[in-house]
């Protein structure tokens, strides 16, 4: 094969190989991510939804069925070890082709040999693409002749939104598997693992509970990442001559200090509380710190896109129309691209929403909205603007009176729209604060032409 392309087939011991290229070996010194690369499904951790029975991962494992696959999820979630794991448990070949250097002619050489192989011998052939979203559209469309006619058993693998990333025709003939983050809990199995087994560490250490919390939280659901850490730690011990990782041991090696931040304690609530009201205060400085504090402790950046989203509605509104697009988009980015590069998009948006003007009236509306509504100040709807699609309707009156906004000045018509026990109630009251100053004053103004003042 050239360059652009790897092949292997299954073997006893199950193909090993973290993150990139499948052809890793699996001896005494390879990575610890390497060697501790689960070999059937049973070993992989986290991702439930994947391994329960009669899922498609276990057609293709146990029935061998042909099936492709498109493996979406962060980094460190279990793609390659899934397609590690079909062409270890399957009596299949396994070609992995490169995204990076493979082109459309490197493609469609790995589906001829593998559709030549089956015809002559009746073996199938698993084509692993990792990052799949890198191929263009003509190197994708080089696929579908593979997965259509079942020359191969396709497994690609993307960090990206495959709608976005993959092309119709290759999304419509392949299943799409989401894989999850992992939680801290699968992270601590990861580890705890590693440390026991003889393929890890095989008992030689042990480690503090405040070193593992730390190398958790700098996974961050990434289980490579995890095992690298663990990995180092073990080293900087050996270094010193001693069977234990410490915390500071843990720090050292990993470069990074452990932050005093429990995700379910006081600091997860004292740290969000003065983020939000630092970026409430308008002190960019103050809220980049915390944010900082909270993803350097491993707090979930899905979390803190939630928590912007809420703030640009309650303290912000319509002083900057824009700051809940922009927490909209820093959310969804975040989902798509995960750590670390996603702490530039809750920084941008941190800044954005900190230095927006500021008004709560937004939140003030529907709050006092809210409570008549609870207090029992409900109404009737005034007939007029009730429904007057369906028989019946106009001997009740319904519609009747009802003035068309369209045929009036400016698009507003005189027309009473709240309930009688409402009608002079005054629930959104912009205020003079950004570019809500220019709604205030429009507000005003139709309000008026609505109440006939």
Excluded: C
């Excluded at 009669?54 to 293709?60: C, D, K």
């Excluded at 659901?221 to 663990?230: H, K, V």
């Excluded at 899905?302 to 959310?331: H, K």
């Amino acid at each position: 094969m050239s360059d652009g392309l790897f092949e292997m087939g299954s073997t006893p011991s199950g193909p090993t190989g973290a993150g990139g290229s499948l052809s890793s070996a699996d001896h005494a010194n390879a990575p610890l991510a390497v060697r501790m690369r689960p070999r059937t499904l049973d070993e992989l951790v986290g991702q439930p939804q994947l391994r329960a029975p009669g899922s498609p991962l276990h057609q293709v494992i146990e029935a061998e069925r042909s099936l492709s696959l498109l493996l979406w999820g962060p980094p460190g979630t279990g793609k390659t070890t899934i397609a590690a794991i079909v062409s270890g448990q399957t009596d299949r070949s396994f070609v992995e082709v490169s995204a990076v250097s493979a082109g459309v002619k490197e493609v469609r050489a790995a589906i001829d040999a593998a559709r030549a192989q089956l015809v002559a011998t009746g073996r199938e052939t698993v084509l692993f693409v990792d990052e799949v979203h890198r191929f263009s559209k003509a190197q994708q469309d080089a696929l579908l002749p593979g997965v259509e006619n079942r020359w191969v058993t396709l497994i690609a693998a993307t960090t990206e939104n495959p709608s976005f990333s993959v092309v119709s025709p290759l999304l419509s003939r392949s299943l799409l598997l989401r894989l999850q983050s992992l939680t801290d809990d699968d992270i601590r199995d990861v580890l705890r693992r590693a440390l026991t087994d003889e393929r890890g560490l095989a008992g030689a250490f042990e480690i503090d509970d405040d070193a593992l919390e730390h190398l958790v939280r700098l996974a961050g659901g990434d289980a490579r990442r995890s095992l690298t850490y663990l990995e180092a730690a073990a080293g900087a011990a050996t270094s010193a001559g001693v069977a234990t990782i410490d915390l500071g041991t843990a720090e050292t090696a990993a470069d990074v200090a452990a932050v005093r931040y429990d995700r379910d304690g006081d600091q997860h609530y004292d740290v969000i509380s003065a983020f939000i009201k630092s970026v409430r205060g308008s002190d960019a400085d103050a809220a980049l710190h915390y944010l900082a504090r909270m993803l350097e402790a491993g707090e979930d950046p899905r979390f803190v896109a939630r928590r912007l989203m809420i703030l640009a509605s309650e303290d912000i509104g319509l002083a900057d129309p824009t700051a809940l697009t922009t927490a909209v988009a820093a959310a969804q980015t975040v989902q798509l691209i995960g750590m670390p590069e996603a702490q530039l998009t809750l920084a941008h948006a941190t800044i954005a929403l900190a230095v927006a003007p500021k008004s709560n009236a937004v939140t003030t509306a529907i709050g006092a909205a809210v409570a008549d509504v609870r207090a029992g100040r409900i109404g009737q709807v005034p007939p007029h603007l009730r429904d007057a699609h369906y028989a019946g309707a106009k001997k009740l009156g319904h519609g009747e009176g009802y003035r068309y906004a369209h045929d009036h000045p400016f698009g507003i018509a005189e027309q009473q729209y709240l309930p009688d026990e409402l009608a002079e109630t005054a629930y959104y009251e912009p205020k003079e604060i950004g570019a809500e100053a220019a709604i205030r004053e429009r507000w005003e103004r139709v309000r008026r032409i609505l109440r006939g003042g």
